[in-house]
Protein backbone atom coordinates (compact mmCIF):
# COMPACT_ATOMS: atom_id res chain seq x y z
CA UNK A 1 0.00 0.00 0.00
CA UNK A 2 1.39 3.33 -0.93
CA UNK A 3 0.76 6.31 0.93
CA UNK A 4 1.39 8.74 4.20
CA UNK A 5 1.71 6.17 7.39
CA UNK A 6 -0.48 7.02 9.88
CA UNK A 7 0.73 8.67 13.10
CA UNK A 8 -0.50 7.17 16.15
CA UNK A 9 -1.81 8.97 19.34
CA UNK A 10 0.88 8.05 21.15
CA UNK A 11 3.20 9.72 18.48
CA UNK A 12 1.13 12.46 17.96
CA UNK A 13 1.59 13.64 21.78
CA UNK A 14 5.04 13.06 21.89
CA UNK A 15 6.03 15.31 18.74
CA UNK A 16 3.38 17.80 20.06
CA UNK A 17 4.65 18.02 23.16
CA UNK A 18 8.56 18.06 21.62
CA UNK A 19 7.37 20.90 19.54
CA UNK A 20 6.09 22.57 22.27
CA UNK A 21 8.95 22.49 24.51
CA UNK A 22 11.22 23.47 21.27
CA UNK A 23 9.22 26.78 21.16
CA UNK A 24 9.78 27.12 24.93
CA UNK A 25 13.19 26.23 25.24
CA UNK A 26 14.08 28.59 22.22
CA UNK A 27 12.10 31.63 22.44
CA UNK A 28 13.81 33.55 24.53
CA UNK A 29 16.72 33.08 22.32
CA UNK A 30 15.38 34.85 19.12
CA UNK A 31 15.29 38.09 20.81
CA UNK A 32 18.97 38.30 21.67
CA UNK A 33 20.45 36.50 18.35
CA UNK A 34 18.16 38.86 16.34
CA UNK A 35 18.69 42.37 18.76
CA UNK A 36 22.96 41.40 18.55
CA UNK A 37 23.10 41.82 14.90
CA UNK A 38 19.98 44.55 14.35
CA UNK A 39 21.60 48.30 13.87
CA UNK A 40 18.04 49.25 15.37
CA UNK A 41 17.83 47.21 18.24
CA UNK A 42 15.59 47.52 21.17
CA UNK A 43 14.97 45.70 24.35
CA UNK A 44 11.99 43.90 22.31
CA UNK A 45 11.93 41.68 20.39
CA UNK A 46 11.52 43.06 16.56
CA UNK A 47 12.42 41.70 12.84
CA UNK A 48 15.67 44.33 11.86
CA UNK A 49 15.30 45.65 8.96
CA UNK A 50 19.10 45.10 8.15
CA UNK A 51 21.80 43.08 9.21
CA UNK A 52 25.57 44.57 10.77
CA UNK A 53 28.34 43.25 12.51
CA UNK A 54 28.99 46.68 14.23
CA UNK A 55 27.94 45.66 18.18
CA UNK A 56 30.43 42.58 17.66
CA UNK A 57 33.51 44.92 15.92
CA UNK A 58 32.60 47.42 18.84
CA UNK A 59 33.15 44.81 21.75
CA UNK A 60 36.89 44.77 20.80
CA UNK A 61 37.23 48.11 19.57
CA UNK A 62 35.42 50.82 21.43
CA UNK A 63 34.16 49.47 24.79
CA UNK A 64 35.09 47.77 27.89
CA UNK A 65 33.21 44.48 26.74
CA UNK A 66 36.85 43.26 25.08
CA UNK A 67 38.42 43.41 28.33
CA UNK A 68 36.21 42.19 30.02
CA UNK A 69 35.84 39.41 28.06
CA UNK A 70 39.34 38.95 28.48
CA UNK A 71 39.66 39.53 32.48
CA UNK A 72 37.21 36.43 32.26
CA UNK A 73 38.63 34.19 30.10
CA UNK A 74 42.12 34.91 31.88
CA UNK A 75 40.81 33.81 35.51
CA UNK A 76 38.70 31.44 34.19
CA UNK A 77 41.52 29.33 31.92
CA UNK A 78 44.01 30.04 35.26
CA UNK A 79 41.20 28.77 37.30
CA UNK A 80 40.75 25.71 34.99
CA UNK A 81 44.27 24.80 34.71
CA UNK A 82 44.83 25.03 38.23
CA UNK A 83 41.56 22.72 38.87
CA UNK A 84 42.89 20.04 35.91
CA UNK A 85 46.59 20.02 37.81
CA UNK A 86 45.66 20.04 41.52
CA UNK A 87 42.35 17.55 40.91
CA UNK A 88 44.92 15.55 38.67
CA UNK A 89 47.12 14.53 41.64
CA UNK A 90 44.34 14.17 44.39
CA UNK A 91 42.10 11.94 42.28
CA UNK A 92 44.86 9.62 41.33
CA UNK A 93 46.10 9.51 45.09
CA UNK A 94 42.19 9.22 46.19
CA UNK A 95 41.88 6.05 43.56
CA UNK A 96 45.10 4.42 44.90
CA UNK A 97 45.29 4.62 47.95
CA UNK A 98 43.70 2.24 50.51
CA UNK A 99 44.43 4.34 53.45
CA UNK A 100 42.07 4.78 56.48
CA UNK A 101 40.56 8.30 55.10
CA UNK A 102 40.15 7.94 51.44
CA UNK A 103 35.92 7.11 52.69
CA UNK A 104 35.88 10.19 54.97
CA UNK A 105 37.48 12.46 52.26
CA UNK A 106 35.52 10.92 49.76
CA UNK A 107 32.15 11.12 51.42
CA UNK A 108 33.69 15.09 52.49
CA UNK A 109 33.47 15.85 48.97
CA UNK A 110 30.04 14.96 48.19
CA UNK A 111 28.70 16.93 51.16
CA UNK A 112 31.28 19.96 50.04
CA UNK A 113 29.39 19.60 46.75
CA UNK A 114 26.06 20.20 48.52
CA UNK A 115 26.59 23.25 50.29
CA UNK A 116 25.47 26.52 48.44
CA UNK A 117 28.35 29.00 47.71
CA UNK A 118 25.62 31.82 49.17
CA UNK A 119 26.04 30.18 52.50
CA UNK A 120 29.65 30.79 52.45
CA UNK A 121 29.83 33.82 51.17
CA UNK A 122 29.70 36.19 54.36
CA UNK A 123 33.02 33.81 56.19
CA UNK A 124 34.49 33.23 52.49
CA UNK A 125 34.35 37.24 52.29
CA UNK A 126 36.32 37.31 56.00
CA UNK A 127 39.07 34.82 55.19
CA UNK A 128 39.66 36.73 51.94
CA UNK A 129 39.96 39.99 54.06
CA UNK A 130 42.90 38.01 56.46
CA UNK A 131 44.22 36.64 53.74
CA UNK A 132 44.64 40.09 51.43
CA UNK A 133 46.09 41.78 54.77
CA UNK A 134 48.57 39.02 54.42
CA UNK A 135 49.48 39.06 51.15
CA UNK A 136 49.10 42.88 51.24
CA UNK A 137 52.12 43.14 53.97
CA UNK A 138 54.02 40.80 51.80
CA UNK A 139 53.48 42.54 48.53
CA UNK A 140 54.71 46.17 50.05
CA UNK A 141 58.20 43.90 51.80
CA UNK A 142 59.31 43.65 48.12
CA UNK A 143 57.64 45.57 45.49
CA UNK A 144 58.47 49.45 45.55
CA UNK A 145 55.28 51.57 46.69
CA UNK A 146 54.26 53.37 43.47
CA UNK A 147 53.81 49.64 41.97
CA UNK A 148 52.01 48.40 44.70
CA UNK A 149 48.70 48.63 43.77
CA UNK A 150 48.96 46.92 40.42
CA UNK A 151 50.90 44.09 42.11
CA UNK A 152 47.65 43.85 44.32
CA UNK A 153 45.34 43.41 41.31
CA UNK A 154 47.41 40.11 40.39
CA UNK A 155 48.05 38.47 43.86
CA UNK A 156 45.65 40.00 46.03
CA UNK A 157 42.80 38.38 47.56
CA UNK A 158 40.19 41.08 47.76
CA UNK A 159 39.83 43.02 44.44
CA UNK A 160 42.68 41.01 42.95
CA UNK A 161 42.83 38.34 40.27
CA UNK A 162 44.73 35.57 42.76
CA UNK A 163 42.33 35.45 45.11
CA UNK A 164 39.38 34.74 42.73
CA UNK A 165 40.97 32.52 40.82
CA UNK A 166 41.65 30.02 43.84
CA UNK A 167 38.19 30.98 44.85
CA UNK A 168 36.90 29.39 41.58
CA UNK A 169 39.19 26.56 41.80
CA UNK A 170 38.13 25.76 45.03
CA UNK A 171 34.68 25.64 44.25
CA UNK A 172 35.25 23.08 40.94
CA UNK A 173 37.82 21.07 42.92
CA UNK A 174 35.62 18.55 44.43
CA UNK A 175 33.68 17.66 40.97
CA UNK A 176 36.84 17.77 39.76
CA UNK A 177 38.38 14.98 41.84
CA UNK A 178 35.56 12.97 41.99
CA UNK A 179 35.59 12.60 37.95
CA UNK A 180 39.36 12.28 38.38
CA UNK A 181 39.23 9.53 40.86
CA UNK A 182 36.14 7.84 39.24
CA UNK A 183 38.47 7.90 36.57
CA UNK A 184 41.31 6.29 37.35
CA UNK A 185 39.46 3.22 39.13
CA UNK A 186 38.86 2.43 35.34
CA UNK A 187 42.48 2.27 34.44
CA UNK A 188 44.61 -0.34 35.56
CA UNK A 189 47.27 -0.10 37.78
CA UNK A 190 49.41 -2.52 35.60
CA UNK A 191 50.88 0.28 33.31
CA UNK A 192 52.61 1.91 35.81
CA UNK A 193 54.03 -0.71 37.56
CA UNK A 194 55.35 -2.09 34.33
CA UNK A 195 56.69 1.22 34.01
CA UNK A 196 58.51 1.06 37.72
CA UNK A 197 60.00 -2.54 36.78
CA UNK A 198 61.52 -1.20 33.74
CA UNK A 199 62.98 1.54 35.67
CA UNK A 200 61.49 4.71 34.83
CA UNK A 201 61.18 7.48 37.11
CA UNK A 202 58.11 9.34 38.72
CA UNK A 203 58.55 12.22 36.10
CA UNK A 204 58.25 9.87 33.50
CA UNK A 205 55.73 7.41 34.62
CA UNK A 206 53.39 10.85 34.82
CA UNK A 207 54.49 12.57 31.74
CA UNK A 208 54.51 8.82 29.76
CA UNK A 209 51.91 6.70 31.46
CA UNK A 210 49.49 8.72 33.27
CA UNK A 211 48.84 11.81 31.49
CA UNK A 212 47.94 9.71 28.37
CA UNK A 213 46.06 7.57 29.91
CA UNK A 214 44.26 10.37 32.25
CA UNK A 215 43.59 12.70 29.38
CA UNK A 216 39.90 11.90 28.84
CA UNK A 217 39.47 12.00 32.69
CA UNK A 218 41.28 15.18 33.10
CA UNK A 219 39.62 16.87 29.82
CA UNK A 220 36.09 16.24 31.53
CA UNK A 221 37.18 18.12 34.68
CA UNK A 222 38.77 20.43 32.74
CA UNK A 223 35.60 21.31 30.92
CA UNK A 224 33.35 21.01 33.40
CA UNK A 225 35.69 23.49 35.42
CA UNK A 226 35.51 25.73 32.82
CA UNK A 227 31.28 25.61 32.50
CA UNK A 228 31.24 25.81 36.42
CA UNK A 229 33.59 28.97 36.41
CA UNK A 230 32.96 30.82 33.30
CA UNK A 231 29.04 31.08 33.93
CA UNK A 232 29.75 31.93 38.09
CA UNK A 233 28.21 34.73 38.99
CA UNK A 234 28.29 35.65 42.82
CA UNK A 235 32.36 35.26 43.37
CA UNK A 236 33.16 37.81 40.70
CA UNK A 237 30.34 40.00 42.34
CA UNK A 238 31.73 39.96 45.58
CA UNK A 239 35.44 39.46 45.11
CA UNK A 240 36.28 42.29 42.42
CA UNK A 241 35.49 45.95 42.67
CA UNK A 242 38.08 47.51 40.07
CA UNK A 243 36.53 48.48 36.52
CA UNK A 244 39.60 47.44 35.14
CA UNK A 245 39.48 43.96 36.50
CA UNK A 246 35.51 43.22 35.66
CA UNK A 247 34.81 39.99 34.07
CA UNK A 248 32.42 39.53 31.80
CA UNK A 249 29.23 38.35 33.81
CA UNK A 250 29.07 41.27 35.99
CA UNK A 251 30.42 44.01 33.65
CA UNK A 252 27.49 42.63 31.04
CA UNK A 253 24.84 42.53 34.23
CA UNK A 254 26.15 46.47 35.76
CA UNK A 255 25.76 47.34 32.02
CA UNK A 256 22.72 46.41 32.24
CA UNK A 257 21.15 48.29 35.21
CA UNK A 258 22.05 51.22 33.80
CA UNK A 259 19.12 53.06 33.11
CA UNK A 260 18.81 55.23 29.95
CA UNK A 261 22.10 54.49 28.00
CA UNK A 262 21.52 51.10 27.54
CA UNK A 263 23.00 50.06 24.08
CA UNK A 264 20.95 46.72 23.28
CA UNK A 265 22.88 46.02 20.36
CA UNK A 266 25.81 46.00 22.26
CA UNK A 267 24.91 44.39 24.95
CA UNK A 268 22.86 41.39 23.33
CA UNK A 269 25.99 40.83 21.18
CA UNK A 270 28.32 40.72 24.30
CA UNK A 271 25.88 38.37 25.44
CA UNK A 272 25.96 36.29 22.89
CA UNK A 273 29.98 36.25 22.70
CA UNK A 274 29.57 35.26 26.29
CA UNK A 275 27.58 32.43 25.87
CA UNK A 276 29.70 30.91 23.02
CA UNK A 277 32.45 29.51 24.82
CA UNK A 278 29.89 28.12 27.92
CA UNK A 279 27.87 26.37 25.05
CA UNK A 280 30.65 24.69 23.03
CA UNK A 281 32.17 23.20 25.95
CA UNK A 282 28.77 22.05 26.89
CA UNK A 283 28.74 20.39 23.89
CA UNK A 284 31.58 18.91 24.07
CA UNK A 285 31.15 17.48 27.97
CA UNK A 286 27.41 16.21 27.25
CA UNK A 287 28.64 12.98 27.83
CA UNK A 288 30.18 13.98 31.24
CA UNK A 289 27.06 15.27 32.15
CA UNK A 290 25.38 13.01 34.21
CA UNK A 291 28.14 12.39 36.40
CA UNK A 292 28.44 16.06 37.15
CA UNK A 293 24.84 16.48 37.87
CA UNK A 294 25.20 13.23 40.50
CA UNK A 295 28.84 13.00 41.10
CA UNK A 296 29.21 9.20 40.25
CA UNK A 297 26.26 7.80 41.73
CA UNK A 298 25.35 4.48 39.69
CA UNK A 299 22.06 5.61 38.66
CA UNK B 1 61.32 2.96 53.67
CA UNK B 2 59.62 -0.19 51.51
CA UNK B 3 57.61 0.27 48.81
CA UNK B 4 54.46 0.66 50.42
CA UNK B 5 55.16 3.03 52.91
CA UNK B 6 56.37 5.44 50.12
CA UNK B 7 53.63 4.97 47.98
CA UNK B 8 51.85 5.94 51.10
CA UNK B 9 53.28 9.32 51.73
CA UNK B 10 53.31 9.61 47.68
CA UNK B 11 49.55 9.89 47.90
CA UNK B 12 49.03 12.33 51.10
CA UNK B 13 51.63 14.91 49.28
CA UNK B 14 49.61 14.58 46.60
CA UNK B 15 46.76 15.04 48.38
CA UNK B 16 47.63 18.13 49.97
CA UNK B 17 47.22 20.75 47.03
CA UNK B 18 43.36 19.70 46.96
CA UNK B 19 43.24 19.90 50.43
CA UNK B 20 44.58 23.00 51.29
CA UNK B 21 41.84 24.26 48.49
CA UNK B 22 39.42 22.71 49.85
CA UNK B 23 39.74 23.85 53.49
CA UNK B 24 41.07 27.31 53.21
CA UNK B 25 37.88 27.97 51.21
CA UNK B 26 35.08 26.04 51.62
CA UNK B 27 36.00 23.97 55.33
CA UNK B 28 37.20 26.81 57.25
CA UNK B 29 34.74 29.56 55.40
CA UNK B 30 31.48 26.92 57.01
CA UNK B 31 33.50 26.43 60.49
CA UNK B 32 33.89 30.61 60.53
CA UNK B 33 29.95 31.08 59.65
CA UNK B 34 28.75 29.39 62.81
CA UNK B 35 31.36 31.34 64.93
CA UNK B 36 30.60 34.55 62.88
CA UNK B 37 27.00 33.90 63.78
CA UNK B 38 27.48 34.07 67.23
CA UNK B 39 28.97 37.71 66.71
CA UNK B 40 27.48 41.09 65.88
CA UNK B 41 29.69 41.58 62.98
CA UNK B 42 29.13 44.24 60.06
CA UNK B 43 30.72 45.58 56.93
CA UNK B 44 31.40 48.79 58.24
CA UNK B 45 30.46 51.26 60.93
CA UNK B 46 32.00 50.50 64.73
CA UNK B 47 30.75 47.09 64.32
CA UNK B 48 33.14 46.05 61.45
CA UNK B 49 36.11 47.35 63.76
CA UNK B 50 35.60 45.95 66.99
CA UNK B 51 33.23 42.65 66.63
CA UNK B 52 31.66 41.29 69.73
CA UNK B 53 29.94 38.29 71.03
CA UNK B 54 26.10 38.71 71.75
CA UNK B 55 25.61 34.62 72.33
CA UNK B 56 22.14 33.45 70.25
CA UNK B 57 20.71 37.30 69.86
CA UNK B 58 20.93 36.73 66.14
CA UNK B 59 19.21 33.24 66.04
CA UNK B 60 16.69 34.38 68.56
CA UNK B 61 16.29 37.56 66.08
CA UNK B 62 16.05 35.04 62.86
CA UNK B 63 13.12 33.30 64.68
CA UNK B 64 11.61 36.60 64.84
CA UNK B 65 12.00 37.64 61.42
CA UNK B 66 9.54 38.31 59.22
CA UNK B 67 12.04 38.46 56.09
CA UNK B 68 13.68 35.55 57.46
CA UNK B 69 10.13 33.37 57.17
CA UNK B 70 9.05 35.14 54.08
CA UNK B 71 12.54 33.94 52.79
CA UNK B 72 11.73 30.49 53.54
CA UNK B 73 8.72 29.73 52.19
CA UNK B 74 9.27 31.83 48.80
CA UNK B 75 12.21 29.16 48.88
CA UNK B 76 10.28 26.42 49.39
CA UNK B 77 7.76 27.64 47.05
CA UNK B 78 10.34 28.25 44.42
CA UNK B 79 11.85 24.52 45.12
CA UNK B 80 8.75 22.79 44.42
CA UNK B 81 7.60 24.57 41.73
CA UNK B 82 10.56 24.64 39.88
CA UNK B 83 12.52 21.52 40.21
CA UNK B 84 9.71 19.38 42.11
CA UNK B 85 7.21 20.38 39.70
CA UNK B 86 8.50 22.48 36.29
CA UNK B 87 11.19 20.70 35.57
CA UNK B 88 10.59 17.24 36.61
CA UNK B 89 7.29 16.85 34.61
CA UNK B 90 8.30 18.57 32.24
CA UNK B 91 11.80 16.24 31.84
CA UNK B 92 10.31 13.11 32.20
CA UNK B 93 8.11 13.73 29.77
CA UNK B 94 10.76 14.50 27.20
CA UNK B 95 12.67 11.53 28.62
CA UNK B 96 9.60 9.51 27.75
CA UNK B 97 8.66 11.28 23.92
CA UNK B 98 12.49 11.16 23.16
CA UNK B 99 12.75 7.46 24.10
CA UNK B 100 10.53 6.45 21.03
CA UNK B 101 12.17 6.45 18.14
CA UNK B 102 11.13 10.38 16.58
CA UNK B 103 12.58 12.43 13.97
CA UNK B 104 14.77 15.45 14.91
CA UNK B 105 15.66 13.70 17.94
CA UNK B 106 19.20 16.00 18.20
CA UNK B 107 17.28 19.03 17.39
CA UNK B 108 15.27 18.29 20.29
CA UNK B 109 17.63 17.54 22.69
CA UNK B 110 19.72 20.63 21.47
CA UNK B 111 16.99 22.80 22.13
CA UNK B 112 16.28 21.41 25.48
CA UNK B 113 19.89 21.34 26.48
CA UNK B 114 20.64 24.75 24.92
CA UNK B 115 18.68 27.16 28.30
CA UNK B 116 21.19 24.72 30.78
CA UNK B 117 24.28 25.87 28.85
CA UNK B 118 23.98 29.51 28.83
CA UNK B 119 25.15 31.27 31.73
CA UNK B 120 23.20 32.61 34.67
CA UNK B 121 23.25 36.59 33.50
CA UNK B 122 22.96 35.48 29.72
CA UNK B 123 19.44 33.78 31.01
CA UNK B 124 18.00 36.56 33.19
CA UNK B 125 19.44 39.45 30.36
CA UNK B 126 17.38 37.40 27.76
CA UNK B 127 14.28 36.59 30.18
CA UNK B 128 13.90 40.02 31.05
CA UNK B 129 12.93 41.23 27.40
CA UNK B 130 10.91 38.08 27.64
CA UNK B 131 8.66 39.47 30.51
CA UNK B 132 9.59 43.27 31.28
CA UNK B 133 8.37 46.13 30.10
CA UNK B 134 4.56 46.30 29.87
CA UNK B 135 3.01 46.00 26.49
CA UNK B 136 6.21 45.25 24.73
CA UNK B 137 7.48 42.08 26.24
CA UNK B 138 7.07 39.05 23.95
CA UNK B 139 5.09 37.26 26.56
CA UNK B 140 2.59 40.11 26.80
CA UNK B 141 2.42 39.96 23.35
CA UNK B 142 1.60 36.56 22.95
CA UNK B 143 -0.95 36.24 25.73
CA UNK B 144 -2.27 38.98 24.22
CA UNK B 145 -3.19 37.44 21.14
CA UNK B 146 -5.39 35.63 23.24
CA UNK B 147 -6.98 38.70 24.44
CA UNK B 148 -5.42 38.44 27.53
CA UNK B 149 -4.15 42.40 29.22
CA UNK B 150 -0.59 42.96 28.77
CA UNK B 151 1.35 42.98 32.31
CA UNK B 152 4.70 43.66 33.74
CA UNK B 153 5.32 40.06 34.31
CA UNK B 154 8.13 40.58 37.10
CA UNK B 155 5.67 43.17 39.35
CA UNK B 156 2.56 41.17 38.59
CA UNK B 157 3.53 37.60 39.60
CA UNK B 158 7.12 37.84 40.11
CA UNK B 159 7.82 33.96 42.30
CA UNK B 160 5.27 32.51 39.41
CA UNK B 161 8.26 34.26 36.98
CA UNK B 162 11.39 32.84 38.52
CA UNK B 163 9.79 29.57 38.65
CA UNK B 164 8.36 29.76 35.25
CA UNK B 165 12.22 30.84 34.18
CA UNK B 166 14.21 28.07 36.45
CA UNK B 167 11.98 25.25 35.00
CA UNK B 168 12.98 26.10 31.51
CA UNK B 169 16.95 26.72 32.91
CA UNK B 170 16.60 22.74 34.42
CA UNK B 171 14.53 20.64 32.00
CA UNK B 172 17.54 19.59 30.76
CA UNK B 173 18.80 18.36 33.92
CA UNK B 174 15.69 15.93 34.98
CA UNK B 175 15.32 14.65 31.06
CA UNK B 176 19.38 13.53 31.27
CA UNK B 177 18.79 11.62 34.53
CA UNK B 178 15.18 10.00 33.70
CA UNK B 179 16.57 8.93 30.26
CA UNK B 180 19.85 7.58 31.89
CA UNK B 181 17.10 5.69 34.08
CA UNK B 182 14.71 4.23 31.67
CA UNK B 183 17.78 3.00 29.87
CA UNK B 184 17.63 0.78 32.76
CA UNK B 185 14.54 -0.88 32.56
CA UNK B 186 14.36 -4.00 30.28
CA UNK B 187 12.89 -3.69 27.39
CA UNK B 188 11.47 -7.22 28.21
CA UNK B 189 9.50 -5.48 31.30
CA UNK B 190 7.22 -3.64 28.77
CA UNK B 191 6.96 -6.53 25.96
CA UNK B 192 5.55 -8.79 29.08
CA UNK B 193 2.97 -6.16 30.03
CA UNK B 194 2.10 -5.05 26.67
CA UNK B 195 1.31 -9.39 26.32
CA UNK B 196 -0.43 -9.20 29.37
CA UNK B 197 -2.52 -6.19 27.66
CA UNK B 198 -1.62 -3.41 29.70
CA UNK B 199 -2.45 -0.19 28.07
CA UNK B 200 -0.41 2.74 27.95
CA UNK B 201 -1.24 4.64 31.04
CA UNK B 202 -1.24 1.44 33.03
CA UNK B 203 2.66 0.71 31.69
CA UNK B 204 3.52 4.18 32.84
CA UNK B 205 1.80 4.35 36.13
CA UNK B 206 2.27 0.73 36.99
CA UNK B 207 5.55 -0.51 35.86
CA UNK B 208 8.06 2.90 34.47
CA UNK B 209 6.98 5.02 37.18
CA UNK B 210 7.55 2.20 40.02
CA UNK B 211 10.79 1.12 38.20
CA UNK B 212 12.05 5.09 37.93
CA UNK B 213 11.51 5.56 41.76
CA UNK B 214 15.23 5.49 42.76
CA UNK B 215 16.22 7.70 39.88
CA UNK B 216 13.78 10.12 40.72
CA UNK B 217 15.03 10.08 44.24
CA UNK B 218 18.23 10.93 43.56
CA UNK B 219 16.96 13.93 40.85
CA UNK B 220 15.03 15.46 43.98
CA UNK B 221 17.92 15.50 45.97
CA UNK B 222 20.16 16.69 43.83
CA UNK B 223 17.95 19.18 42.24
CA UNK B 224 16.20 20.46 45.80
CA UNK B 225 20.32 21.43 46.45
CA UNK B 226 21.00 22.72 43.40
CA UNK B 227 17.62 24.87 43.62
CA UNK B 228 18.13 26.11 47.07
CA UNK B 229 21.79 27.58 45.70
CA UNK B 230 20.33 29.17 42.73
CA UNK B 231 21.96 33.19 43.17
CA UNK B 232 22.66 34.75 39.92
CA UNK B 233 19.78 33.62 37.95
CA UNK B 234 17.62 35.40 40.69
CA UNK B 235 19.55 38.49 41.32
CA UNK B 236 19.72 39.36 37.67
CA UNK B 237 16.07 39.52 37.59
CA UNK B 238 14.78 40.24 40.90
CA UNK B 239 17.41 40.80 43.06
CA UNK B 240 15.17 39.24 45.37
CA UNK B 241 12.22 41.96 44.29
CA UNK B 242 9.55 43.27 44.41
CA UNK B 243 9.13 43.49 47.99
CA UNK B 244 10.89 40.33 48.89
CA UNK B 245 8.83 37.92 46.56
CA UNK B 246 11.75 36.11 45.21
CA UNK B 247 14.40 36.83 47.91
CA UNK B 248 15.12 33.16 47.67
CA UNK B 249 17.20 31.93 51.23
CA UNK B 250 20.71 32.71 48.97
CA UNK B 251 19.64 35.75 48.02
CA UNK B 252 18.52 37.03 51.32
CA UNK B 253 22.01 35.93 52.98
CA UNK B 254 23.62 38.20 50.37
CA UNK B 255 20.88 41.20 50.66
CA UNK B 256 21.29 41.01 54.54
CA UNK B 257 25.21 40.76 54.12
CA UNK B 258 25.94 42.54 51.44
CA UNK B 259 23.49 45.37 51.35
CA UNK B 260 22.48 45.72 54.71
CA UNK B 261 26.04 44.80 55.86
CA UNK B 262 25.05 42.86 58.56
CA UNK B 263 27.40 39.66 58.63
CA UNK B 264 26.01 38.25 61.97
CA UNK B 265 23.25 38.03 61.12
CA UNK B 266 23.51 37.00 57.56
CA UNK B 267 25.72 34.30 58.68
CA UNK B 268 22.79 32.81 61.54
CA UNK B 269 20.98 32.65 58.30
CA UNK B 270 23.66 30.64 56.25
CA UNK B 271 24.34 28.47 59.37
CA UNK B 272 20.89 27.10 59.21
CA UNK B 273 20.92 26.94 55.24
CA UNK B 274 24.61 24.90 55.62
CA UNK B 275 22.81 22.83 58.36
CA UNK B 276 19.77 21.62 55.87
CA UNK B 277 22.19 21.35 52.89
CA UNK B 278 24.42 18.96 55.24
CA UNK B 279 21.45 17.21 56.13
CA UNK B 280 19.97 16.86 52.17
CA UNK B 281 23.70 15.38 51.76
CA UNK B 282 23.61 12.79 54.84
CA UNK B 283 20.44 11.39 53.31
CA UNK B 284 21.78 11.46 49.59
CA UNK B 285 25.18 9.31 50.81
CA UNK B 286 22.52 6.84 52.82
CA UNK B 287 19.73 5.78 51.15
CA UNK B 288 21.72 6.05 48.06
CA UNK B 289 24.57 4.32 49.38
CA UNK B 290 27.05 5.67 47.36
CA UNK B 291 29.90 3.63 46.13
CA UNK B 292 33.41 4.93 46.96
Not at chain 1, 45 to 62: M, N, R, V, W
Not at chain 1, 270 to 281: E, F, G, I, Q, R
Not at chain 2, 107 to 132: K, Q, R, T, Y
Request: hydrophobic residues 55%; charged residues 10%; contains cysteine.
Amino acid sequence: MIGVRRFTQAEVSAYGFLSATLVFCLLPFLWVALASIDPNASQFLSFPKGITADHFIKIFTANNGGRWFFNSLITVGAATAVVVVVGGMGGYALSRTNAWWKRPFLYAIILVRILPPTALIVPLYKVMLIANGLMGALVRSVVPPDSTRSAMQIVGFVDGYLGLILVLSAMQLPLALWIIKTYFDLTPKDYEEAALMDGANSFQRIRRILVPLALPGLGAAGLLTFIGAWGDFLMPLTFISSAELQLLPIGLFRAFQRANTIDYGYLSALAVLYMLPAVVAFGFARRFLIQSFTGGIKG
Amino acid sequence: MTYETRMAWQNRMLLVPAFVLLACFILIPAGAAIFISFTNDALNGFAAAHPQFVGLKNYVRLFSDQGFWNSLLVTLVFVFGSSVVGQFVLGLAAALALSRPIALKPVFNAAILLPNAVPEVVAGFIWISMLAGGKYSTLSRIVGLFGFAPQNWLDFAPLLMIIVVNTWRGIAFAMILMTSGLSAVPAEVYEAARMDGATARQIFWRITLPLLRPTIFLYMLVSTAGTIAIFGLIYTLTRGGPGGATEIIGIYIYNQSFSAYQLGYGSAVAVIVLGASIAIGAIYVRVLKVQV
